[in-house]
């Protein structure tokens, strides 16, 4: 978000680090990339800020005026390009991993076309590109400026900020937790802006749930909430909502000044409506932002969650609305098929639901077939079409078959997601196997953190007889009364 490296303040310097190693072990053909390494130094935990380049790797790509040094150099100051932030700038960013589209630019990416423009560059032994473009000067004299004009201790304090959350995260990865948390905790005094402190903070919150500190979380996540911006309420009401406080989770992300119409914040909504029983709510809540996303994944997915919440609300036309614009942007998905047999099963055409029940079995199985060449290794994915084939031969009834694609998962689910376990529990319930489906539930009792509606057992109807079963109490303990308790 700032492009420039705040000097320390011990030396009013600042450092840039650079390592140089042989070649990437895992990936030969990297030639360099941005890095960070968290230290402690005098006490305090710091996120040092650098790149690795591959020398070995770079030799290999000389050729006649591309000379070694050439390259070097080239990939030298396109590394220190992203760490001093280029390019964020969308006029000019190539994609998601910050390059320019600039084909002149040092932080251009290495595509055909751009590949293809460079090496005829060097073979006419014209040059390589050595610099940044126009756009990516015009960006960084634009941070500069902004430095001037928010003020020296304002950017401190984001850039504070960053380090903090980014160096926590290091140690988190490396087992070092007391460190990362520690590490966030010295940071707030001396952050200035309320943003700041909410990014932080909402951090802190994240690390103390997973560490079994839930209410020191929950007291941490209101304090992120009552400072401006959506970040702090949305992690809180999320919060509120593992705990079964829904109808309070709804009023925490309406209580700001600016509603929160950001997509993760409108999940957050959704969830708490739908923990009410609003589905046709929480359906409303999620169709404001149906054409809108940036990425197809994204919509497909939010298609499938309207299309989810239409069906639990018993919405026939939303039903089918989705259904079409599901059909025409990505085809006929295993989903599809099932909640078109579903409709069709509805509205009394038994014909057309026999034959999308077929259909959606049959589509299940070459997923399987597909994915099965990868089962040694990719098991994950395969696994995850297993489960999938699991729940669609369950709905159909075929418990033999059924129970046989479980036992395949079974064998197959090492380091299976919590989300995992809970459709396996799903698929044992509609086939009746309650037991079975009991003993998926108790993989991840103590381990289990719904994040949204998705995966809150206490939304999900196939679970309502497992609430009193023995082992499962704590599973449940935050899901509201049923109605007439």
């Known amino acids: 978000k700032y492009i ?15 390592l140089y190693l042989p070649y990437e072990r895992t990936a030969p053909a990297y030639l360099g990339y941005l890095r960070s390494w968290a230290i402690e130094r005098d006490g305090v935990h710091r996120l040092l800020t650098g790149a690795v380049l591959f020398s070995e790797s770079i030799k290999r790509q000389g050729f006649l005026w591309l000379t070694d040094s050439r390259i070097e150099r080239n990939v030298l100051v396109h590394e220190i390009g992203h760490v001093l932030g280029l390019v964020e700038n969308r006029a000019h960013a190539q ?13 251009n990416t290495l595509n055909w076309r751009t590949a293809a423009y460079w090496s005829l560059s060097g073979i006419l032994g014209i040059w390589l590109p050595r610099n940044f473009c126009k756009d990516c000067r015009e960006d960084i004299r634009r941070a500069k400026n902004r430095w001037s004009r928010e003020g020296e201790a304002a950017l401190r304090s ?11 995260g290091k140690l988190w990865s490396q087992q070092r937790r007391k460190d990362a948390v520690e590490l966030l905790e010295h940071a707030l005094p001396g952050l200035t802006e309320p943003e700041d402190h909410q990014a932080v903070e909402v951090s802190l919150g994240g690390y103390f749930e997973e560490l079994g500190y839930s209410d020191r979380a929950g007291k941490i996540y209101a304090t992120a909430a009552s400072r401006t911006g959506c970040e702090g309420k949305r992690r809180y009401a999320m919060w509120l909502n593992r705990r079964g406080a829904y109808g309070r989770g709804l009023e925490v992300l309406s209580e700001s000044a600016r509603p929160c119409t950001d997509r993760e ?8 409506m739908s923990g009410l029983g609003r589905f046709g709510d929480a359906a409303a809540a999620l169709q404001a932002y149906d054409g809108s996303r940036d990425t197809s994944v994204e919509q497909m997915n939010l298609n499938l969650e309207l299309l989810d919440l239409s069906v639990r609300a018993d919405l026939p036309e939303k039903i089918q609305a989705q259904l079409s614009k599901i059909e025409s942007r990505w085809g006929r998905s295993t989903r599809w098929l099932v909640a078109s047999w579903q409709l069709a099963k509805r509205s009394g055409n038994a014909a057309l639901a026999a034959s999308y029940r077929e ?25 995850v079409q297993l489960r999938k084939l699991a729940s ?12 046989a694609t479980l036992a395949l998962w079974n064998e197959s689910n090492e380091g299976a997601a919590t989300s995992e376990w809970l459709e396996v529990a799903r698929a044992y319930s509609v086939l009746g196997d ?9 993989e991840i009792v103590g381990v289990h953190r719904p994040s949204d509606l998705w995966s809150d057992p206490c939304i999900i109807e196939e679970f309502d007889h497992f609430r009193d079963s023995a082992g499962l109490e704590s599973f449940f303990a935050h899901c509201p009364p049923r109605a007439g308790e």
């Not at 994609?95 to 932080?107: I, L, Q, R, S």
């Open 434 to 442: 309650l037991e079975e489906a009991r003993n998926a539930l108790l």
């Open 359 to 383: 259909q959606a079995v049959i589509n299940a199985r070459n997923r399987v077939r597909f994915f099965s060449q990868y089962k040694t290794t990719a098991p994950a994915s395969y696994a």
């Open 392 to 403: 669609v031969q369950a709905l159909r009834g075929e418990g033999e078959d059924a129970r």
């Open 95 to 107: 994609d998601e991993a910050g390059h320019c589209t600039n084909a002149e630019c040092v932080m």
């Open 4 to 18: 420039g490296n705040i000097p320390d303040e011990g030396t009013g310097k600042t450092t840039i680090y650079v």
């Open 265 to 272: 914040s409108v999940g957050a909504t959704a969830w708490s």
């Open 158 to 168: 984001h850039w504070r900020s960053r380090q903090a959350r980014a160096g926590a």
